[in-house]
């Protein structure tokens, strides 16, 4: 891809994105959605594999159905209510509807379907894109909408950290895996959104940093399968050692960063009487921290058959810019003692 269209591509991403975030009117805040849909099309495609196609065709047939049913809910509360004002939802009908467009553009479950089988046809960079930057846009609606009956919320959350732990049992495929954990911290952020907004935008920005770390470390080694994770030691002896502890910490374990949002958000629940909900979803994170150990163990504590052969790779010069990778693991792995500074930062 001609460097003038990839950066042409990513200007439009970060536009529509931003087009959102500073809307008011729903048709604006649709247009932005439609802008980034449309920027990371051409992205997914650049590979000209038949599986990069499939996924494209089949991210975009879904996309265009939540579009559709966004732009149907934004013009059924304009016709009820008489503004277009993204604050101005409160018929239950309109509501629904926009939360389960919403659902669908962001990947929770049931409506989740889309999102392992886009991933697994898509490289680690778009991948990352995918399950990081495009969640920002529907996230920011859904934020802004307070339903009256928080049941829609919790139903699709617990839904959502059910299957993101189920699904990734029997995977082998690492983008698969990452796919079905995003649902789960998605799944998280979305239980809490009726109880306490700030909680949840801690969840996100936690999600974000381990996510992106997680990426970036794979990207590194090259790997899109676990089995080829055993011979990472080859290539860079320190990720064998850091990319456990942010798996660990995307699994929610003491002392890590990734258990902080999971201790508040049982503790929140906890205090609005909900703790059957609360005692689901802890067990349901069980299952997510299942292929989170399954992956640290093929990492730290298995072998290849043989010794890659000729010069090891962590001998040679580093060709990728291994700053971000840094800063987003230290985080990810030591910000648990900062957790009072943190709470005053997103308690506003």
Not at 152 to 175: A, D, Y
Not at 332 to 339: Q, R, S
Request: charged share 5%; aromatic share 12%.
């Amino acid at each position: 891809m001609a460097p003038f269209v990839y950066s042409t591509l990513i200007i439009s991403l970060g536009l529509g994105t931003a087009m959102t975030f500073a809307s008011t009117h729903w048709y604006l805040a649709w247009m932005g959605i439609e802008i980034n849909t449309l920027a990371i099309i051409p992205l997914m495609t650049q590979n000209h594999n038949p599986r990069a196609i499939e996924a494209t065709t089949k991210y975009f047939f879904a996309q265009a159905t939540a579009s559709a049913t966004l732009l149907f809910a934004a013009v059924s509360n304009a016709f009820l209510t008489g503004g277009w004002d993204i604050l101005q939802i409160n018929h239950p009908l309109t509501s629904t509807l926009t939360t389960l467009a919403l659902a669908m553009k962001i990947g929770l479950a049931p409506l989740h379907s889309w999102m392992p089988e886009v991933m697994q046809g898509l490289s680690l960079l778009t991948g990352l894109i995918l399950s990081t930057w495009q969640k920002l846009a529907p996230f920011c609606l859904i934020y802004q909408i307070q339903p009256d009956n928080p049941n829609v919320f919790i139903t699709l959350g617990l839904l959502s950290v059910i299957v993101g732990g189920w699904g990734g049992f029997n995977q082998v495929q690492l983008r698969k895996i990452l796919a079905y954990s995003s649902i789960a911290h998605l799944g998280w952020m979305i239980l809490i959104l009726p109880f306490s907004p700030p909680l949840t935008l801690l969840t996100l920005f936690t999600y974000l940093m381990m996510t992106f770390s997680l990426f970036s470390s794979f990207m590194l080694v090259r790997t899109t399968h676990i089995n080829s994770l055993s011979i990472s030691w080859a290539k860079i002896p320190t990720l064998t050692a850091s990319v456990p502890l942010i798996l660990l910490s995307l699994g929610g374990l003491p002392p890590l960063t990734g258990f902080l949002p999971k201790w508040l958000i049982l503790q929140e629940l906890t205090k609005q009487d909900l703790a059957p909900i609360a005692t689901l979803a802890a067990l349901s994170s069980l299952f997510s921290l299942y292929f989170y150990l399954r992956l640290s163990y093929t990492m730290t504590l298995t072998m290849p058959p043989n010794n890659p052969a000729g010069t090891l790779p962590w001998r040679l010069n580093p060709q990728h810019n291994t700053l971000p990778l840094a800063l987003t693991t230290t985080t990810t792995i030591f910000l648990l003692p900062a957790t009072p500074t943190i709470l005053a930062l997103f308690t506003f």
